[in-house]
Each structure stands twice: as C-alpha cells, then as structure tokens.
C-alpha cells in the first residue's frame, strides 16, 4: 500500500500528522535549473480532513500559529518504508468547509525570495562554504555543500535584493545546483551535463505511452561577461538626508571600500558597518576603528541618530572592470546572432572562473530535446539523469529538472526533462 504522510511542526514537540485516510489530495511540484539562470522553488499543496477540531480559522490561537512559517514536512510511504519527498513551510491555509482544510506550503528557496539581502562583497577569494555561511547562518538556515564544490572560492559582490538571489549568484559562479528535494537542508550540488552515463532507465513498464518531446531554440551565440573590482580612488557621494531622532539602515547600492560619515549627535558605540570599517566622525578629525579586516559584509550602514540633523555618508567605490567571454556555435551566417544569450549581471564570475562557467553554459544550451513523461512512480528525483525512449525507436539522455507528483493519486510523477538523443 502507497499512501502520503505529511507532518505539520506547530511547536517544539507537537505534531500535527496527516496520513492515510485523512489526506484528500497532496501534490508536490520540485523543480531546479542547473545552468542557473533561474532558481524555481518548490511547492507543496494539499488537502486534508479536520480531525483537530481547534483547527478552525475562527479560532485566535490557531489562526496565529499557523500563520507562521511552521515546517512541513512530506513524505511517500509504500511497503512500509516512508520515504522523505521534502521539508517545506506553510505558507497559507484556509477553511474550505467544517471538515476540510487546505494548505499551501514552499520550500526554503521560496522563503529565501522572500528574505531581504543586503548584499555582501568578497575581495580575496573566498572557499563556497564561507560565502554561504556569511549568507545563511544569521537567518538559521541549514544548508549542505558537496564534497566535490568545497575547494570552489568566490570573490566579488552580489548586489542588494533577496537570499534566492544571492543563491543563484553562488550558484551560476560555482557551477553548482541548488536542491531541495528528498532532503531537509539547502543542497549544493556540481552541475553535471548528461552525456552517455545514466542513473535510471525509465522502460516503457515504468511509464505511460503519453509522451511529448520537442527541440529547442538553438543558441548561436552566448555572450559571458566577468567582473573584476579595484579600489577607487575618487570619494563619492552615498546619502544625505535630513533625518530625524530615531534608528536608520542605509543600503549601499553598489560596493565601497573606504565609508565616511558627517553629521550631528551619534553615540559612537551604536555606529558601525557590521563587518568593520573606519569612520571619520563629525569633526572631519577623529577616527573610528571598529575592528576587523575590513569587508563590505551585509553592505549597508546602522545609524543611532540622537538628534536631528543632517547626515552626510560619503565613500570610495569598488571599480567594476569587465570583460566579455563569447561562444559562438559554427553555423551558418544567417543564423549566427538569431538567438544569443548574454550573461551579464552574474558579479561573482571573474576572470579566473568566466572560462570554465563558458563551456559549461555552452555544454548546457546545447541540450535541445525536452522530454514529458508520466512514471507510476516517484522513483526518480530532480537532477537524475536518466535514459529513457522516445518516438520512432529513440532514447534521449537527459537530467530531470521537473516532477510534479500527485502523492494521494497512486503515487503518479509526471517529469520534465532535458537533454539530447541516446547513441550507445
């Protein structure tokens, strides 16, 4: 017997668990996108029973409980094996009846989209690890890093935005997957382009004869361009403002190496980068030293205005040098820039690594055959690769980068997946 267990986390020690007959449909939608171009979050919608009588949206304790990201967590059991589909976190619910209640719940990258990010600048190379640790353990989020990426370092900025940003910019420089399924921390995973080895034979006993495949754009022309930062010289303008008695949080809009602040009334023990830095008072003369080597860290400023007045913050930038990296399919003439792609905001790809990200996009797009199949299982998972048949005697290779599967419904995966023709 196949059937769904879903475990909703209310408090420390209590559990809410549905199983069985109290499930009325559970779908789960997992997707990645190795080449990093987009990071998709995970979604979990379901429907259940009401057998927790409080569970009712009149109800003011229950309402507030569960309001809040409270850890969702699904599993597929069959043979008496639960197997872990993924951890994810409420995100809304309501009543649908007395008896039944609805809920949706994503995954920690769709709580990430969710999370402002100051941004951060790295000026010496700097192991992944390190960088994500900077990024995720004030927020309490547990993530995992392959063995194979710990020797990948990372220097530049990520600009300012949210945390599923600053994951895409970790993991377009570093070649790297970001994936949520079938495990309970953020995993960083290489980036592996499907070529003649295979994980899993999908045969034709293990799916429908529903099938589409289609072939993709080819891209003529990818264009890659690196960042390479170095101290300016010149003293810019940040901020100035009128401000008023109270707390303020500045956020640069770009990196600077060297910040200077002027105006009325500060208690020098509230005033700091939270990375470190010196600060010149507001006498012009008097030096700060926080501590620390200096890093642009979660690159904003914390001021504790005791008076009104105006503030004046002033700094010297991080240059941006670029350069561009270009690939160009050998076809013909006419159809040299019909479909270009340019990579140009990826700000931790420097000169060391453009090359290497390169090929790889290059080996990436030229995956053309995207494959739709319906499994009777979900035996397979996001970032599998997998061979399986194709029309007219085919097989295509290809790495699975989508299953939707309709855990209350036989346990049925439909897949999505990309790659190119299978020649043993």
Avoid at 117 to 124: A, D, S, V
Avoid at 392 to 397: A, D, L, N, R, T
Wanted: glycine letters at 8%; charged letters at 25%; aromatic letters at 8%.
């Amino acid at each position: 017997m196949t059937y769904p267990i879903i475990d909703v986390t209310v408090k420390e020690g209590t559990v809410l668990r549905f199983e069985k007959q109290d499930i009325i449909g559970a779908t789960v939608v997992q997707e990645v996108n190795p080449s990093s171009f987009d990071l998709p979050y995970s979604t979990l919608e379901f429907q259940v029973k009401n057998r927790y009588n409080s569970l009712v949206m009149f109800s003011g304790e229950t309402y507030e409980m569960l309001s809040q990201r409270l850890p969702v967590m699904a599993y597929i059991s069959a043979g008496g094996v639960n197997t872990l589909i993924g951890r994810f976190y409420l995100q809304s619910w309501k009543n649908e009846s007395d008896d039944v209640i609805r809920f949706e719940a994503i995954d920690i990258l769709g709580v990430l989209s969710e999370t402002d990010y100051e941004g951060g600048f790295w000026e010496t190379p700097t192991s992944i690890d390190d960088v994500l640790h900077k990024i995720l353990a004030p927020l309490d989020i547990e993530y995992s890093v392959d063995e194979a990426l710990l020797g990948v370092t990372l220097s530049g900025w990520i600009p300012p935005g949210d945390c599923r940003e600053a994951m895409q910019q970790i993991s377009i420089a570093s070649g790297a997957t970001v994936k949520t399924s079938g495990t309970t921390t953020l995993s960083f995973i290489p980036s592996v382009v499907p070529s003649d080895a295979y994980k899993v034979e999908v045969g034709d006993d293990k799916k429908s004869a529903k099938q589409t495949i289609e072939l993709l754009p080819l891209v003529t022309k990818i264009e890659l361009v690196s960042h390479t930062y170095s101290k300016g010289a010149e003293e810019q303008d940040i901020y100035e403002e009128e401000l008023e008695i109270g707390k303020y949080k500045i956020i640069f809009e770009q990196p600077y190496h060297t910040v200077i602040i002027n105006g009325p009334g500060y208690d020098i023990t509230t005033l700091a980068l939270e990375s470190g830095d010196d600060f010149v008072l507001e006498d012009g003369e008097t030096l700060l030293e926080i501590g620390g080597e200096y890093m642009m860290g979660p690159n904003s400023l914390h001021l504790d205005v005791t008076s009104p007045g105006k503030v004046t913050v002033t700094g010297y930038p991080w240059l941006d040098s670029k350069r561009a990296f270009i690939f160009n399919e050998e076809v013909a003439e006419r159809f040299a820039n019909r479909n270009s792609l340019v990579v140009s905001d990826a700000t931790l790809i420097g000169l060391d690594n453009a090359a290497n990200i390169l090929e790889y996009q290059r080996d990436w797009n030229r995956l053309r055959h995207k494959q739709k199949i319906r499994m009777f299982s979900s035996g397979v998972d996001t970032t599998d690769i997998v061979m399986t048949g194709a029309i007219q005697g085919k097989q295509v290779i290809g790495v699975v980068l989508k299953r939707t599967i309709d855990l209350a419904g036989g346990n049925i995966s439909d897949l999505e997946i990309l790659g190119t023709e299978y020649t043993e």
